[in-house]
């Protein structure tokens, strides 16, 4: 039943006791996720929400046997508490935090490929499997519905502008991940879709892209040999350039990158392209029609 | 953060990297004592922007007399938007041939990536397929020299100059993870008097990690509006249309961006506020919109964390101060949005739930005559 | 037949065009060992002792199918080159320099172990597998003969006096393995006699230690449950303390690493500890004779 | 290398290690003006060896004359064969607790190694095994935040103290790494005013790696006899007895030295001539060793890469210049065996095969009445 995390999944959270942490972590609860234990270096013994604190992930998986991990602990210190989670067997693990240096970011995704663990982020708003109340992360739980439409997405409010529009077309979801606005992310478009490949519960996906990264070009290479109905929606088809990366970003992208590039190797690949994103819930309805 | 060329030398020369000696000069002056020091130089603009080169912004000079009308034709120059406050004066090398050496991070491998080439100089990225040698780089090791060997090997370079590209390309490496670069660039990595030397170079730091890298030089390319606006700790850019944009987080900006323009309208600017954001940046950021004389605004919020109230509270206060004089439409929908509406409304102000709706009205807006 | 390498061993040499790598190129060869290949980085095209060279292991490998690698490289230089030999999936990878940093050996131990490979040494002779005419080391040839009397040793030329004592007295060796005298080596006593405990070739192991460390109490905690007979020659009765390493070498040897602690350990584990040199390989053929 | 306290400790400063302030003094006076400067000090002998503190090497003081009263009787001490050649005078600090922290090598797991207990200072030897926390960390990522924390968290460290400890934990981490240690060690990592300082502290830098280690200070225990066999590449140590050792291996240089007391004699060196020597560095070796009048000399050589025609000409050498004036037995197997020993046997010098001979043989010689 959807990807990643279920009812089955415990939660701890990383920085429980910060603003953040203990605002989401209410939310997380009422969502119905089953938040097992915090942990803030330091602040071991204290109670957030109800949930129990520790003052390392080891003490608080021993005690609870967390799962996953969803951490709110600022860019800088995200290194080090991705470590202390990988390291703790925990999957996934999801950085909420912006501005993590990018250096931390390739160790990070390199230690969870060591680890043979999901990273989701850094730069995420989370992921959330309505069907199993399991939401870690910051969307705002009222936008799910529990369905049969997997979401992937880079960016956060953009999501929910087309989870709620799925919902409110009666389109419910089965996984909505958000793989993170970093140049470094740990899953990727493609990674996501192959889980959602697997899963029986999900009849469709719908990916959020945007322009910049080579991403959605490498999700169009994978969704040629897939059976399920792909609706994309991009933005960006009138945002200025990114900033460039010397004459290395051009080597990497050859060509790659731009709106252009993005759609035209999608709907070659048999993707719907949303060009507006009221027009999102329209088309998946129309390829579960066919599909059904 | 780019940095200047010179600091990007500054930085490499300190690596062990070989680069040729040089000065920073402000003036003709500084340009022709350079040149009597250090004899024929190469006169460069320091600028953010690339391109410099057909721009005119590099110039050679045999006398120090031509070193500083290098200087000064350089510094009168416009180089694609940028003028350069500096030019750096550098012993002009005799170069017998050019690579091209890099490291950036590679998103799809998440690795590090070595990017290196025997046929380097402007044209680098015209260069085929099969010329461009590609190592991704495992962490944590890093790039270790044998592997830095191999490249130098699938280059084809004979036995010195390989040992030297192999010694730079971990240099490079060691600046690259050090410095918490986003690319190290030479192009070109020259051969001149038989020997490597890095003729040109570039480095991308990554802003978030600025705060540990302290001794850096800092360098800005944003205008003074853009500084005004990240100041709040606010995303910011500045295009070229006349509504102004403000929304809640980079995708649905861009969206929003995308919206008005299929409806035939025009952005003048980026404006992310973040998720979060409290009334009183929100406040100072749409006043700043509003002091670049757009058309008309447009408020485009799907509350997640960001709560409606908080975004009718910053549109009242903004109109309160007088500040509201062209026209302004809302779309608000999220947490608190029955309250923030109804504060709108109980100020004469409509807000919109739907996106199109609210992008076609600031459209019709934003073409009708001027006051 | 014996451990380690043998007859089907392909040797790779690096530092094979300096003064030490070429003299023991010849040697080896001169012994029978199939030394296919040389690396010296900016030396690829030459040949030494008939053997040609190439700029990189990579090359080498794909050219000749090295299977293992002996390094005549500087201690400096040790690192980088024992890395690119295990990159190439070369083992065993046999370094010989003394003098190699304690934190680059470290580093190598670690990247071995990462890849699965034998690490020898560093500052090692070698290890030889008389009935394969492998020998990958500086260790004078004539003192081999093939036998069923595995060797391992941490110094050089007490082994080769040792060796030479059971060659003369007829009793043969199967492998004989210089671990290596550094604080940090690749393979330990323990490795060495694990893999002499499943070679059906040999029947006695003798083990050459010396004061310092704990490896001989750890090879004595490991001998009892072997069923092989073992004779140890320890050196250093009568030599004085090694440096100490501030309180935490005392933590950590917690009273053993001297020549008492290291004898009742080995004979506590049915190990006869021979106490002159001279005693070895009649310790030996008594165990024999008896085995046998 | 061991460092000095003092060196030890500018390198925990540098890394960010709370430290005492101090003050390196060469005598009375500048110790005065230290205590005049710091207040109250501790007043320490500055030497390599161990156990300082029960020979008298280390004094309060809380005045300038204390101060510089203590210096003087501390740099008149003989601290277990070693003088003291500058004190380093520090803040006196109020010690409420003492912990113990080190990271160094492990052979075994071939790992570093932290090891820490709450209960440090001079009985750490003799604290319970389970009063010990041991933490093998894995390479390359190195040590890690969070791992430091969980030390803490095993010593049962209160929060802030725990934070404070893992912070230092992870500083002396890479102290050791990038100073190329082989023990970094703070005992005690003192309790004062509430905030971990590091009371005494020592690193032992590997001698293999000095030659990257440029930049720090040089120290050397060896003795003037030492120093002149150590600068021909080869390995000495003196010993008490009364035969002079030379063999070619640590191993079996050990070995001899074992064998020479199993006859009944004593060794008075470990000299390793190592593998290959010539007979330039031999002849000179075996110079040193006569000039410590020796009651007998002996020669062990197991040629494997030793050649035994040079060990013989490096003594016919020795010979011909007249300073062989003791008794000297060789024993000379291995490569070129039949033309060394035919070169000594031919000067009129019996070369053994069997180390045993050999041995008792130079024993005999040792007990004979001098000339």
Redesign the interface.
């Known amino acids: 039943m959807g990807i990643l995390v279920d009812e089955r999944t415990k939660v701890l959270v990383q920085g429980i006791t910060g603003r953040q942490g203990a605002f989401h972590t209410q939310q997380m609860l009422e969502f119905g996720t089953r938040v097992v234990a915090g942990v803030t270096p330091g602040r071991g013994g204290r109670e957030v929400a109800g949930v129990p604190v520790y003052d390392t992930v080891e003490a608080a998986v021993d005690k609870h046997g967390a799962t996953a991990a969803v951490l709110f602990v600022p860019g800088a210190l995200a290194r080090d508490a991705a470590f202390e989670a990988l390291d703790a067997g925990l999957s996934p693990v999801v950085v909420i935090a912006e501005h993590v240096p990018l250096q931390d970011g390739l160790d990070i995704a390199a230690f969870a490929a060591a680890r043979g663990a999901a990273l989701i982020g850094p730069n995420t708003y989370g992921l959330c499997t309505p069907a199993g109340r399991a939401k870690l992360g910051i969307p705002p739980g009222r936008i799910f519905r529990p369905g049969r439409v997997g979401v992937v997405a880079r960016s956060g409010t953009l999501s929910y502008e087309i989870v709620a529009a799925l919902t409110e077309a009666d389109l419910g979801q089965s996984t909505v991940v958000g793989v993170g606005g970093d140049r470094v992310v740990g899953m990727s478009f493609v990674e996501v879709l192959k889980r959602f490949a697997k899963d029986d519960e999900t009849q469709a996906v719908v990916l959020v892209g945007e322009i910049g990264g080579t991403a959605e070009e490498e999700a169009a290479e994978f969704a040629k040999g897939l059976d399920k109905p792909i609706v994309a929606y991009l933005a960006g088809a009138a945002a200025p350039q990114g900033k460039r990366m010397g004459h290395a970003g051009a080597i990497i992208e050859r060509g790659r990158g731009s709106f252009e590039s993005k759609r035209q190797a999608l709907e070659a690949a048999g993707v719907r392209v949303a060009s507006l994103p009221w027009e999102v819930a329209p088309l998946v309805a129309a390829a579960l029609g066919r599909a059904g | 953060m780019k940095l200047f060329e010179y600091m990007a030398k500054d930085i490499l020369r300190a690596a062990g990297v070989p680069v040729p000696d040089g000065r920073l000069c402000a003036g003709p002056e500084e340009a022709a004592a350079a040149c009597r020091a250090l004899g024929p130089v190469a006169v460069k603009a320091q600028v953010l922007v690339?391109g410099r080169g057909k721009a005119g912004g590099i110039r050679l000079a045999a006398t120090p007399e031509e070193a500083a009308a290098a200087a000064a034709a350089i510094l009168a120059l416009d180089i694609h938007g940028e003028r350069a406050r500096h030019v750096y004066c550098e012993q002009r090398l005799d170069i017998e041939r050019e690579l091209?050496l890099?490291i950036?991070?590679?998103?799809?491998s998440?690795?590090?990536?070595l990017?290196a080439s025997a046929e380097g100089g402007i044209a680098?990225?015209e260069v085929a397929?099969k010329a461009?040698v590609r190592r991704a780089i495992?962490?944590?090791?890093g790039l270790?020299?044998?592997?830095a060997?191999?490249v130098a090997?699938r280059l084809g370079l004979p036995?010195?100059l390989?040992?030297s590209f192999?010694d730079i390309a971990c240099r490079l490496y060691r600046v690259f993870?050090g410095r918490?670069a986003?690319?190290v660039?030479c192009?070109p990595l020259a051969v001149a008097a038989g020997r490597l030397v890095a003729a040109d170079a570039?480095c991308?730091v990554?802003d978030?990690?600025l705060?540990?890298q302290e001794d850096l030089p800092r360098t800005d390319e944003a205008t003074v509006l853009e500084r005004r606006v990240r100041a709040l700790g606010l995303a910011f850019?500045q295009?070229g249309g006349d509504i102004a944009v403000m929304?809640?987080?980079?995708?649905?900006t861009?969206?929003t961006?995308?919206?008005?323009?299929?409806c035939g309208g025009?952005?003048m600017n980026?404006l992310d506020a973040g998720?979060g954001a409290a009334a009183g940046p929100t406040a100072a950021a749409l006043e700043a919109l509003l002091s670049t004389n757009p058309r008309a605004v447009l408020v485009n919020i799907?509350?997640?964390?960001t709560r409606c109230d908080e975004v009718a509270a910053a549109i009242l206060d903004v109109r309160a101060r007088g500040a509201l004089t062209v026209p302004l439409v809302v779309r608000l929908?999220?947490?608190n949005e029955a309250r923030g509406t109804e504060m709108l409304r109980a100020a004469g102000i409509a807000a919109f739930t739907?996106?199109?709706e609210a992008a076609e009205r600031v459209v019709a807006l934003a073409r009708e005559p001027l006051g």
Chains 1, 3 share one sequence.
């Not at chain 2, 270790?144 to 592997?147: F, I, M």
């Not at chain 2, 929304?247 to 649905?252: D, F, H, K, M, R």
């Open positions: 690339g091209y890099a950036t991070i590679d998103p799809s998440r690795r590090p990536l990017i680098i990225e397929e461009i495992d962490l944590p090791w270790l020299p044998y592997q060997r191999q090997g036995g010195d390989a040992t192999a993870r918490d986003e690319l660039e192009n570039r991308n990554d978030d990690a705060y540990r850019v295009l929304a809640n987080g980079a995708g649905i861009m969206a961006i995308d919206v008005l323009q299929r025009r952005a980026f998720g799907f509350g997640g964390i929908v999220g947490t739907s996106m199109r």
